[in-house]
């Protein structure tokens, strides 16, 4: 009877990043922005690597890859060859445009109140 331990390791990172630029002619403050997130999950099995990325007014955009233990990319149990499988773009409704819109406004407006009372 052999006594095996199983082991696995997790690592995170989380990056945001965003610009506000004004214009010499004294318009509006432009906003800029993005996030990057990655999670990994190794064990016994392989490696689960998980991505998200969003620019600030854009759909989030997410991306899961599972590898086995040589570090074949796994499709649905499958082992295939390739780049960009598993990568899914999210379409959102006019509403949550609007409400997108609506946001970019406010913050646009934070900034110029903050630009003008400095």
Do not use: C, F
């Not at 696995?8 to 945001?16: A, E, F, G």
């Not at 499958?78 to 006019?94: F, L, P």
């Not at 949550?96 to 900034?111: A, F, G, K, L, V």
Request: hydrophobic share 20%; proline share 3%; net charge negative.
């Amino acid at each position: 009877m052999s006594n095996q331990q199983s082991s696995s390791t997790s690592y995170s990172s989380v990056s945001y990043s965003s610009t506000t630029s004004t214009s010499s002619n004294g318009g509006p403050p432009q906003v800029s922005g993005e996030r990057h997130a990655q999670t990994s999950q190794t064990d016994a099995s392989g490696t689960k690597v998980s991505t998200a990325s969003q620019i600030l007014g854009e759909p989030a955009v997410t991306e899961t890859r599972t590898y086995d233990q040589e570090g074949r990319n796994l499709i649905d149990g499958a082992t295939r060859e390739g780049v960009g499988m598993g990568r899914r773009i999210e379409d959102i409704s006019g509403e949550q445009q609007e409400r997108d819109r609506m946001y970019n406004e406010r913050i646009e407006e934070e900034y110029a109140k903050r630009e003008g009372g400095a």
